[in-house]
């Protein structure tokens, strides 16, 4: 069952077991596995369907550190969240990356990789990408000519893609339109949370419209992304006593590593600058520092890829710049998503079916020079943070600043990735690497180049805003995703993570909203749900 808000007149009210707040990638894999434990859901939407701008308005703030897209842009506030754009890259964390590391400040997850093993492979099932994790050795069996690096100085994991965009729109979760105990309430804001007794009492919604919504609940799970996460908890003044709430911000910053020149560029092309398609399944390799690496060095687990692109500081090629607008100019409504999402179709076709051919020819040519993209690792920082201001939105909301910050770390984390890849090619006698000179200028913690990719500045990943933590005063959440000191209130998403790792969140995401549905399971007294394998399967009783 559905209803829109902003079609209702006055006040509604509603009971539930759980109320879910945001339906993106967490907000929905959380309701499914709820929903399979025996529990009434509602599910609560801020946007409708589809894009609309003044909803989308409702998102704006204030970047008042390092340079970032704007905040009405940098999430999607509609059913179905940021995933109905996302690029489908699904990978695992490291060990490494749950591990206190003692070169790092605030790392060291609070539960173990064992764990979250177990909770990957039902997340595995969601996007169907396979029972087991994409790896170097299965890309090497089926032809891909990945170099022979030490495994003490690189590692090469590997992506997953999901082979869908709109595995979360509101067409694709007919399960839970149709369940029996499931509700569906969009254009509904979250305004207020009121607290009593060291417990979420109700919570406030209202509609752009003018209508209200009052919900009671035994427990709340707040599921809407890094920066709304922290934005609600501020302004209802929850779990922030040790003053940790949208602190440790995070990104996957994106830069120009460098360059390998006097280079076997076809082979290097051919293994990392297009995806394979190994047992139905698409998958690309790329490059991170060993964990013995980042031990000896003290470096961040970040990664690179080996890519045909154009020297720093280059014209734009039309072709490039025709798609960056296309991604980035076009309102995202479904009829844009769409057109988008064709013409990344065209693209991944022609690199499977063209590339590394394409590139090489103009590399050959002088046009191209064989570049190392970056997409790194953040380390944690306190005063990288999410900021309450006196503006507010159309709905009353004191709307966000991000002062965005990074740390030397991080900076000397891609110098220390891209040297060990050329001390490996010099070794392997597939080329010369060449620093980009960003990386030696002492004043400059980070460069951007709109050359490298179309995201040029980050991965739009939003992270460590309500932080896992054992010890309320290293973090706002415990290993299960409630916040500390409120009995029945739950955080699901990327803005749990304590660290960030290389890998891309999404299926991270999944795994812990699962992980933290069972726990609030056991908590409301009910079995543990069975895995969850293929959305809409779930039956009703």
Known sequence: MSIDLSQ?????????????????AAGITTARQLLAAGHQVLLLESGGLDYERETADLNAGRNVGQAYYDLDDARLRFFGGTTAIWGGRCATLDPIDLQRRDWVAGSGWPLSWDELQDYYGQARGIFEIGDEPASAEALSAHGVPLPGFDRSELHMPVWNFDPRFNRFTFDACQDLRDHPRCEIITHASVTRIVTKDGAISR???????????????????????????????????????????????????????????????????????????????????????????????????SSLTIVGRQPARASQFWGMRAYGSLKHDMSPTRSGRRMWMMTKKAATWAQRHVDPLRPWLLHKAGKLEIALL???????????????????????????????????????????????????????GMGRVERADWLDEPGELWRNDPLISSHAIGGYHHMGTTRMATDPRQGVVDADGRVHGQANLYVVGSSTFPTSSWANPTLTIAALALRTADRLSVALNRPVAQPVRVPGLAKAS
Not at 14 to 24: E, H, K, L, S, Y
Not at 251 to 271: F, M, N, Q, S, T
Not at 384 to 398: C, F, H, I, M, Q
């Open 203 to 301: 919570i406030e919604a209202k509609a752009l419209a003018g209508a209200h919504l009052h919900v009671e609940a035994r427990a709340f799970v707040l599921a809407a992304g890094g920066i709304e996460n922290a934005r609600l908890l501020l302004a209802s003044n929850i779990g922030n006593e040790r003053d940790q709430v949208g602190r440790h911000f995070m990104e996957h910053p994106h830069a120009r590593g460098g360059r390998i020149v006097d280079a076997k560029a076809w082979p290097l092309l051919k293994a990392f600058g297009r995806r394979h398609r190994i047992g139905g399944h698409d998958m690309a390799a790329l490059i991170t520092p060993s964990a013995d690496l980042q031990r000896r060095e003290g470096l961040l687990n």
């Open 374 to 428: 970056v997409r790194a690792e953040q380390a944690p920082n306190p005063d990288s943070r999410v900021l309450l201001t006196k503006e507010r939105d159309a709905l009353g909301v004191p709307r966000v600043a991000l002062d965005w910050r990074l740390s030397a770390i991080d900076k000397h984390s891609v110098t220390g990735l891209v040297d060990g890849l050329g001390r490996e090619l010099k070794r392997l």
């Open 8 to 24: 209702q007149t006055g006040a509604l009210r509603r009971r539930a077991d759980v109320c879910v707040i945001g339906a993106g």
